[in-house]
């Protein structure tokens, strides 16, 4: 019998505390799992080809990559008239590269929006979330509108 009062034991998780990330403290070393930096993940500040190291190098105008350096504007563009149920042409999305711009999803979900990365059916970039900016992707068949401000 399990003395776990539980039905089933819970995965074993290094000790994490808010703020950690791996590589930081509660993981065993910079490139978590293995020691120094041979891993799935990438130590932060130290990029990579995907989640969770960030996303992959992009340059910006004057040459910049990486999240805006400040707050999105603090108030939503008005819904155009214009905007129908349409599928979202990443070639039309393209033309709001490294600029403020303002999603609304098909579920109605809405929020300010930085692309950095266009590809065939995806857009990514960093979504501002809670008062910072998360690195954030997102399959354009669910996006219902944009503007780019």
Known sequence: MNSYPYRFSPPFFPPFQPGDSPGGPGYPGPGFPGPGGSGFFPAPGQGGQGFPGGPPPQEGPGGSAGPPSGPP?????????????????????????????????????????????????????????????????????????????
């Open 73 to 149: 504007p603090a108030t939503a563009p008005q819904l155009s008239a214009q905007a129908g149920v349409y599928a979202v042409d990443p070639g039309a999305i393209s033309g709001c590269m490294y600029r403020y711009t303002y999603m609304r999803l098909n579920s109605g979900e809405q929020f300010w929006f930085y692309p950095t990365y266009v590809g065939r059916q995806s857009v990514a970039g960093y979504r501002w979330v809670f008062f910072r900016w998360i690195y954030f992707g997102i399959d354009t068949n669910r996006i219902a509108s944009f503007q780019c401000v």
